[in-house]
């Protein structure tokens, strides 16, 4: 099992940015898929973006154009670099980590955008 530390999650004013890291335990090199989720108070989680382990990227509607994910091997770590923050982006953001056995979530880090 692994374990999945997020970190950069705060306050921001709108319009502005934070970035996101997710720290694995382990090489990341087993997880074909790697992603950042997002869950605001009474409503589903729902996935922002992800990579894949050869590189594809892929987002919610919603985030592109805003919002880039990235992933460093060499660190076992993957990024969340979001700028054009809107009220709308307020949530707790979830990494997450997938292999074929298996789907691995971290505890998740609190974004607030608000003036």
């Known amino acids: 099992q692994v374990q999945l530390v997020e970190s950069g999650g705060g306050l921001v004013q709108p319009g502005g940015s934070l970035r996101l890291s997710c720290a694995a335990s382990?090489?990341?090199?087993?997880?074909?898929?790697m992603g950042w989720y997002r869950q605001a108070p009474g409503n589903e989680r729902e996935l922002v973006a992800q990579v894949y382990s050869g590189g594809t990227t892929n987002y919610a509607d919603s985030v592109k154009g805003r919002f880039t994910i990235s992933r460093d091997n060499a660190k076992s770590t993957i990024y969340l670099q979001m700028n054009s923050l809107k009220p709308d982006d307020t949530a707790v953001y979830y990494c997450n980590a997938k292999t074929i056995e298996s789907s691995s979530w971290g505890q998740g880090t609190q974004v607030t955008v608000s003036s």
């Open positions: 382990r090489t990341i090199f087993s997880f074909y898929v």
